[in-house]
C-alpha cells in the first residue's frame, strides 16, 4: 500500500518503537544477506550493532585523512584536464573517488581498487553497475531465477547469462578477500587501520552471520551502495551547480571566503558550517534520486492509523520518495509502459 | 505529489533549504528522505556527506569547469532500477576543466 501524504512519511519511516520486517518483494535476493537485505527486523537489528559505529559521526571523523588523501588525487586529474585539455567523465572520476573510499575502508589496503589510478578511473565499476541494475527489476519479479543463479557454479552462470560475467567476477573476488580476512583474523592479526570487515569478522555476531557468503554479501553491498549512490549525487549535483550559474556564482562566492587559499584543504567541521555548500547537497540529494527503489515496510503487530483508515499489521507500507520529492512522475514516460514490447536491455 | 513540500520541485533550487530565505527552510530532518529514515537508515549517511562536502567544496573552490555535451536528459531519472537512472542511452556527465582558481 502508498500513502501519498508526505507527512505520513514520518509515521512509517520514523518509528523506531514498533517492529517492521522489509518487504520481501522488493529485496535484491541476488545480492545476498547483506544488512540492507536483511528482512527480518530482529535478525537486521543484530547485524546492524556490530557495523553502525563504524559509520558514526566519530568514526567518519578518523577517516577523514584517508578520504582527504583520496580528494587529493580525485583533484589532481582535474588539474592534469586542464593542461591537456583532456574532458572528464564526471561519473567515471567520482565513482573512482567513492569506490576507493569504501572499499578501502571495507576490506584494509588490500582491498582498495585503486580506481583513481586507472587511466578511465572507476569506469570499470561504472559500466558493471550500469549492466547489473538493469537486472535488478528482472531478478525481482523472478525471484526463482536469482536462487537458480546464486546456487550455479560460476562458469554455469555466466553460460547461462553472459550479462552476469563481470558480476560473477565481482562476487569471487569478493569472497576471495573476505577469505583472506577471515583467515588473518584467526591468526590474530589486527588492521593497522580501522577496517570494517575486519571488524564484522572479530564481532560478537553468531558464526552464521560470518561466513565467507555473509560477509561477501555485506561487503558486496557496502562498497556497491557507497560507490554507486555517492558517485551518482556527486555527478548529478555537479550537472545541476554548472548548469545553474546563479547557485554556481553562490556557491563560489561561499567557498572563496570560507577557503581563501584554493589548494588547503578545508576542515570537515568547517565544511559542515556552510550553508549554501550544505543546501546545494541536500538539493543535489533530492534530486539526484539515488535510490529510487520502494522500501515498504511491514508492521508486525501495530497497525497505523491514517485519517479515518486503520491499517492492520502485516500490510506492506510504502510512501515512494519520488512522489514525495516531486521531481518525477511515477510513470517513467520514455519507457513507454503501454507499448508492448519484448525487448530488453541486455 | 506535492508541490507544498517543494515548490517548483522540478527546479535545482538550494536556497530553498535555507533559513534565511522568505519562504523558510524546508525542514531537512522531516523531508530529506533520499537515505530513509529510522531504523533503516542508510548506514553509510555520515560519510556519504563528508564525501560530498568534500567533492564539491574542493572541486567547485579549485577549478572552473563547463559541461561537455551533457544536458538535463543525462541526470532526468527515468528509471527504477532499485537504483535511479536516467536513460541508459546517456553517455553520462562529461565536463571540461578551463582553468585552475586561485
Known amino acids: ?346 | 505529489m506535492s508541490p507544498s513540500v517543494f515548490p517548483e520541485p522540478e527546479k535545482f533550487k538550494p536556497s530553498r533549504w535555507l533559513a534565511s530565505e522568505e519562504s523558510g527552510p524546508i525542514p531537512e530532518g522531516q523531508y530529506q528522505v533520499a537515505f530513509s529514515k529510522g531504523r533503516r537508515q542508510c548506514i553509510g549517511i555520515n560519510l556519504a556527506y563528508a564525501e560530498l562536502r568534500f567533492a564539491i567544496a574542493t572541486i567547485f573552490r579549485r577549478f572552473e569547469l563547463e559541461l561537455f555535451d551533457t544536458s538535463k536528459a543525462d541526470v532526468e531519472i527515468v528509471h527504477d532500477y532499485f537504483v535511479g537512472m536516467p536513460l541508459m542511452t546517456s553517455k553520462g556527465i562529461r565536463v571540461r576543466v578551463l582553468r585552475e582558481l586561485d
Not at chain 1, 520486517?21 to 547483506?34: A, C, Q, S, T, V
Not at chain 1, 576507493?100 to 582498495?112: F, K, M, N, Q, R
Not at chain 1, 555476531?205 to 549525487?233: H, Q, Y
Not at chain 1, 584543504?265 to 538539493?283: D, G, T
Request: hydrophobic share 45%; proline share 7%.
Open chain 1, 1 to 346: 500500500m502508498h500513502i501519498s501524504d508526505p507527512d505520513f512519511y514520518s509515521e512509517i519511516y520514523h518509528l523506531k518503537a514498533h517492529r517492521t520486517h522489509r518487504d520481501k518483494f522488493y529485496n535484491l535476493e541476488i545480492l545476498g544477506p547483506g544488512l540492507a537485505f536483511t528482512t527480518n527486523h530482529e535478525v537486521h537489528a543484530r547485524r546492524r550493532a556490530p557495523l553502525a559505529p563504524y559509520f558514526s559521526m566519530q568514526s567518519i571523523q578518523v577517516l577523514v585523512p584517508r578520504i582527504t588523501s583520496l580528494v587529493h588525487q580525485m583533484n589532481q586529474h582535474l588539474r592534469d584536464a586542464v593542461a591537456a585539455g583532456t574532458v572528464i567523465h564526471a561519473n567515471h572520476l567520482f565513482t573512482a573517488f567513492a569506490m576507493d573510499v569504501i572499499a578501502e575502508y571495507s576490506l584494509g589496503e588490500e582491498g582498495t581498487t585503486g580506481s583513481l589510478k586507472r587511466p578511465n578511473f572507476g569506469k570499470w565499476w561504472y559500466d558493471l553497475t550500469q549492466k547489473q541494475v538493469q537486472m535488478n527489476a528482472f531478478f525481482r519479479h523472478f525471484p526463482l531465477v536469482a536462487r537458480a543463479m546464486i546456487s550455479l557454479p560460476d562458469a554455469l552462470a555466466v553460460k547461462a547469462m553472459p550479462a552476469l560475467e563481470n558480476f560473477i567476477w565481482w562476487q569471487a573476488n569478493l569472497r576471495a578477500q573476505v577469505k583472506a580476512v577471515l583467515e588473518t583474523n584467526e591468526k590474530g592479526n589486527v588492521p593497522s587501520t580501522p577496517t570494517v570487515i575486519h571488524a564484522l569478522a572479530a564481532s560478537k555476531l553468531p558464526p552464521s552471520d560470518k561466513t565467507v557468503v555473509r560477509l561477501a554479501a555485506e561487503a558486496n553491498l557496502l562498497l556497491g551502495a557507497g560507490a554507486e549512490t555517492t558517485a551518482a549525487t556527486i555527478s548529478r549535483t555537479t550537472y545541476h551547480i554548472l548548469a545553474n550559474p546563479d547557485v554556481l556564482k553562490r556557491l563560489q562566492e561561499e567557498l572563496v571566503a570560507a577557503m581563501p587559499v584554493a589548494h588547503e584543504m578545508p576542515s570537515l567541521s568547517k565544511l559542515n558550517q556552510l550553508p549554501y555548500l550544505n543546501a546545494v547537497i541536500e538539493e543535489g540529494l533530492r534530486t539526484a534520486l539515488p535510490v529510487l527503489s520502494r522500501s515498504p515496510r511491514v508492521f508486525q503487530n501495530h497497525a497505523l492509523k491514517y485519517k479515518d483508515w486503520v491499517i492492520p499489521p502485516g500490510v506492506s507500507l510504502t510512501i515512494l520518495q519520488c512522489s514525495l520529492f516531486h521531481t518525477i512522475p511515477y510513470s517513467l514516460s520514455s519507457l513507454s509502459p503501454y507499448t508492448f514490447s519484448l525487448t530488453y536491455p541486455w
